[in-house]
Each structure stands twice: as C-alpha cells, then as structure tokens.
C-alpha cells in the first residue's frame, strides 16, 4: 500500500469512528420515511463525491471485501483464463456457508487486485458486482441497507451519507 493511501485510510477510519453509528441512525431514518426529492439529492451529491474521491487512491474494497460471481461472472472470467469454471472455482473461490451459497473470493485483498497501481486486472471482465459498487445512484430505499454495510469499508459511500446528512440538517 502506498503510504498516501495508507494515510487516506487511516483519517477514514477515524471519521468512521466518530460517526458510523449516528449516520446509521440517519439511514434507518431516511429509509423509513424518504424526503421529498431524496433520489434527485442522491444523484446530485454523488456527482460531488465522485470529484474529491479517487478510488485508485483507495481500492479498499477489493482489498478488504469480496464481490459475489453470476454464473455469467464465472464462465466469462474462467474463459478469460483459459480454464474451466470448477477449475477457476477450485483456484480462487470458496461457497459462503449460508445465504444463496454464492461463489466469493477465498481470500483478501482480491487475487485480481494490482496492489501497487490499485488497479483490477481484469476489469473489463470484471464481475457484475464490481461494475456496480458501491451502489450510490441506485433506489435508496433497496440500497439503504447496502450502504449501512459498506459505511465503514467505502469512503465514498461514507462521504455520500455525510453529505446527505448535512444537506438535510441545512433544511430543517
Ligand atoms: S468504491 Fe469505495 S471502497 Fe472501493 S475504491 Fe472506491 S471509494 Fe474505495
Ligand atoms: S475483480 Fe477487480 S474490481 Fe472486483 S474486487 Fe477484484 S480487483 Fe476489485
């Protein structure tokens, strides 16, 4: 990790600490009782947090999460490689125990992830998963969920929630 990531990080989790639990509060709020123009705020203040967050600064998703692999995922990735998908399987993934029983990554940081340049290796193939994290534009009341989840994994998700919470403090 490079030592200005390492920085970036370290001030992250230190926010996190101060206010995960009050901006999960602020979510499970939201998502009870949505504000009027709440997906039009969203979209708007996610452009804000695309401009101050680079995400090759961070990659801490693919260092310390694992996306979950579509059938499609595995045989498009597998073939990408070369190999069959119940080799591809038996390289890199293990089944989670509950759930769905989806195919995740056995281990952290992501076996795809170039840890010196915090760029994925196979992005242009990369899973479904990956393409759509973290989620920001997506309906807020079937992702408010999703984001209490990666609060204290994503900045960026992080920066959208404590925006949002400012924007809507400034109106009452
Ligand atoms: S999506 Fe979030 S966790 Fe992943 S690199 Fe971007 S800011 Fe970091
Ligand atoms: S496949 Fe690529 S984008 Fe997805 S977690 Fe691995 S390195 Fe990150």
Same mark, same amino acid.
């Given at each position: 990790m490079q030592k200005t990531d390492a920085h970036l990080l370290r001030s992250f989790r230190a926010k996190v600490r101060s206010r995960k639990t009050a901006f999960k509060r602020f979510l499970t709020r939201l998502e009870k009782k949505p504000v009027r123009g709440l997906q039009q705020l969203i979209v708007q203040k996610e452009k804000e947090v695309w401009a101050e967050v680079d995400c090759l600064s961070c990659a801490n998703c693919c260092k310390t999460m694992t996306p979950t692999y579509t059938p499609a995922d595995l045989k498009r990735i597998a073939r990408h490689f070369g190999i069959t998908v119940p080799a591809f399987k038996k390289k890199w993934l293990k089944q989670e125990?509950?759930?769905?029983?989806d195919w995740i990554n056995r281990?952290? /940081?992501?076996?795809?992830?170039d840890t010196k340049s915090n760029?994925?290796?196979i992005y242009a193939i990369r899973p479904l998963d990956c393409s759509g994290?973290?989620?920001? /534009?997506?309906?807020f009341v079937e992702y408010a969920h999703v984001h209490k989840q990666n609060l204290d994994s994503c900045p960026a998700t992080f920066l959208l929630v404590e925006k949002l919470s400012q924007q809507l403090a400034s109106r009452s």
């Open positions: 125990r509950g759930g769905d029983r281990s952290t /940081p992501c076996q795809f992830l760029k994925c290796s994290f973290p989620h920001l /534009p997506k309906k």
